[in-house]
């Protein structure tokens, strides 16, 4: 029911700078925790970094240094901000998020549908 919908993928040079953004379509759980992922044809998604609504961030390795995650609770958004860009960065990026309501309530893993970010000169 909690659909989350990417934005800003796109095509960047190596060494550039690009911004992503992931907005749930619901608003007012009680805690949350959201995130990226990213996925290159061929290999295993991987874990890019991802955000508790407490403030807890957690990136993948080979992004450590370059990419910083961070979100605006009352929106239930997070962002993507993506620096020193390489051709290893291009995949397709897809925004997760596990919410928990006022109730108590724990949704699904739920999943964007992607944006695709192209890194080449």
């Known amino acids: 029911q909690v659909q989350l919908v990417e934005s800003g993928g796109g095509l960047v040079q190596p060494g550039g700078s690009l911004t992503l953004s992931c907005a749930a379509s619901?608003?007012?759980?009680?805690?949350?925790?959201m995130g990226w992922y990213r996925q290159a044809p061929g290999k295993q998604r991987e874990l890019v970094a991802t955000l508790t609504s407490t403030g807890i961030s957690d990136y993948g390795d080979s992004v450590k240094g370059r990419f910083t995650i961070s979100g605006d609770n009352a929106k239930t958004t997070v962002y993507l901000q993506m620096t020193s860009l390489k051709s290893e960065d291009t995949a397709v990026y897809y925004c997760?998020?596990?919410?928990?309501?006022?109730?108590?309530?724990?949704?699904?893993?739920?999943w964007g549908q992607g944006t695709q970010v192209t890194v080449s000169s």
């Open positions: 619901e608003n007012g759980f009680a805690r949350f925790r």
């Open positions: 997760t998020g596990l919410f928990i309501t006022q109730e108590g309530r724990v949704t699904d893993e739920l």
